[in-house]
């Protein structure tokens, strides 16, 4: 029993919910808990009351407590909806924690495991792996979900990742706000994201606060979203919606390949082994999947491991035992989302288990149905085909019709654009004097810079000593910091292809266009920066470029114009 300290805590502390919706369609997919009201009690901030409750020995029984009032409010919300509930990782030091009764208060308010999906906070990463593992798999094997809570502040985090063998990642605000800004924010969330799909894991991005940050998130496919934006925590469960209309998106999802899905009958993960059996039986299938009562896509059964008693003379009777489940024949598996890219189709596939004919399809974690290996191998032969068309055969770019592309649509676009244009000056001279092989290698170099200084970009070659790139989701002046750094670095490295000859003199000598012999200054880059607007047109885009190209070989900074 808890001491009356704590039992006036409880009395006074209220749980607030803050939806966590589909970046997609903006429907609700669960409610994160929230402790309110505890400063009516002294307390003056959530970590203190556990961490006094940890030093007091009730940890566990006050965080069951807790649960339990939170599920009970919970309650009264849509069955078809996650309670998300925040986990202290000390509960294991507890003696009373071998004992669980969350499946019995869940299933008091007439809930099930799927209702719930517990946090680990990587705010309080153990040192000790093997803590955390007991923790992890203490629920898993309850069948309860598990999420990473405000991934990428603690000191262990991939490790974390590695061990915890989650459900969700819940990315934090810190990586969140103002990403548009910021690059290396974007380059973090991006990986993060795609490493977590290809283990099967949804990303949630917390502290979503305005429009900018979540066209962001859902351009790098991040899964649902939780912030204000949304809706603030509230404690009244009336202000709780079906769905958020996120006026300002595009709801229509990427699902070119549609067309293409099987829709192979899924089974629920609470279906009796009789059940199972009979659908083997009458249907020429090598697999199930598997969903829960909500539709969500949770694994996969395989024929061959119920050989055994689908060829067996007693097998079916055996099976009729209702209480015989089919929970211990389902294996996890990884699914690929509708609303993503061929691209990161592509990608995705080529790490996914191969143990079936094709990938497992849904929408917003919800089963849709299967795409065959056939239409995959379409998909990626179609793609590199249109690939090879466009690009560039030396430095393997992108080439014109994907350069026109990625500008209309850029003219199109509601956010602010920068469309870099370079060119190397002095390079016929160059290739004159040196030869085209050496001439490649320039066109190389400076490709390599691009790439690697600007790898969140849209990078393309024009041809020849030309380039293109195309900048969304950053602030001017970091815009123009890395174009001038990119035209110092190539200047600085290319110096190295002059023989000793030149370099002593500090030029070369060449023809010009006129086949009489010139001095040429060694190897630049020009750089043109124009900023595209809602009333940028491309007309106005080709005239600025063939107007400015003379001035910007004149200085040796970028030329910047916004584009009217």
């Not at 990463?125 to 309860?144: A, G, R």
């Not at 991005?205 to 649902?224: P, S």
């Not at 590199?384 to 003219?411: D, Y």
């Not at 000793?500 to 880059?525: C, H, M, P, Q, S």
Request: glycine share 4%.
């Amino acid at each position: 029993m808890l001491s009356q300290k704590w039992q006036k805590l409880l009395n006074t502390i209220d749980f607030a919910f803050q939806p966590i919706i589909n970046i997609h369609n903006g429907d609700i997919y669960g409610v994160e808990a929230l402790i309110r009201n505890y400063q009516k009690v002294n307390f003056s901030t959530i970590n203190e009351i556990f961490d006094k409750a940890f030093i007091d020995g009730v940890l566990y029984q006050l965080d069951i407590a807790l649960r339990e009032k939170a599920i009970n409010k919970f309650s009264k919300l849509p069955s078809n909806i996650i309670l998300f509930y925040n986990l202290d990782n000390r509960i294991i030091f507890s003696k009373d924690f071998a004992t669980e009764p969350t499946s019995k208060i869940l299933q008091n308010h007439s809930l099930s495991q799927d209702n719930i999906c517990f946090e680990i906070s990587e705010r309080e990463t153990l040192n000790n792996p093997e803590n955390i593992s007991h923790l992890v798999h203490t629920y898993k094997n309850l069948n309860y979900k598990l999420a990473i809570d405000d991934f990428g502040t603690g000191i262990a985090g991939l490790k974390l990742l590695y061990y915890a063998e989650v459900d969700f990642l819940k990315i934090d605000r810190f990586f969140i706000q103002e990403i548009q800004k910021d690059s290396k924010k974007q380059l973090f969330l991006k990986n993060i994201t795609n490493l977590a799909h290809l283990m099967g894991i949804k990303v949630i991005a917390e502290g979503i606060e305005n429009k900018k940050e979540f066209e962001l998130c859902k351009e790098l496919n991040v899964d649902f979203i939780q912030g204000y934006l949304i809706q603030k925590p509230t404690l009244d469960i009336k202000e709780i919606k079906k769905n958020y209309n996120i006026s300002f998106s595009n709801n229509k999802s990427k699902n070119f390949y549609s067309k293409y899905i099987e829709k192979i009958t899924p089974i629920n993960k609470n279906a009796t082994l009789y059940e199972l059996l009979n659908i083997f039986k009458q249907n020429d299938l090598d697999f199930i999947p598997v969903i829960d009562e909500n539709n969500y896509f949770i694994g996969i059964i395989f024929e061959e491991d119920l050989k055994e008693l689908l060829y067996s003379p007693y097998g079916l009777y055996l099976a009729q035992n209702k209480e015989r489940k089919i929970s211990k024949y389902i294996k996890s598996f990884n699914s690929i989302e509708i609303s993503w890219s061929i691209e990161k189709l592509l990608e995705s596939y080529s790490y996914l288990d191969k143990s079936i004919n094709g990938v497992i399809i849904t929408q917003g974690g919800k089963y849709i149905g299967f795409l065959n290996n056939h239409h995959i191998i379409n998909f990626a032969y179609q793609k590199n085909l249109e690939l090879a068309k466009s690009q560039n055969p030396l430095t393997k770019l992108p080439g014109n019709p994907q350069i026109e592309k990625f500008i209309s649509n850029a003219l199109k676009g509601e956010k602010p654009y920068y469309l870099i244009y370079f060119d190397i000056d002095n390079f016929k001279a160059f290739n004159d004097k040196y030869g085209f092989r050496k001439g490649d290698r320039v066109i190389t170099l400076f490709s390599d810079i691009l790439q690697k200084n600007l790898n969140y970009a849209f990078i393309g070659h024009i041809g020849g000593d030309d380039f293109f790139v195309g900048i969304k989701n950053l602030t001017f002046e970091k815009t123009f910091e890395i174009i001038k750094y990119i035209q110092e670095k190539f200047k600085k490295d290319v110096y190295e292809f002059y023989d000793k000859e030149d370099k002593e003199k500090g030029y070369i000598i060449a023809k010009d266009r006129n086949g009489e012999l010139k001095k040429f200054d060694f190897l630049t880059v020009s750089a043109i920066i124009l900023e595209i607007k809602k009333e940028s047109s491309k007309e106005n885009f080709d005239y600025s470029i063939s107007s400015l190209k003379k001035i910007s070989k004149q200085i040796d900074f970028p030329i910047c114009v916004s584009l009217l």
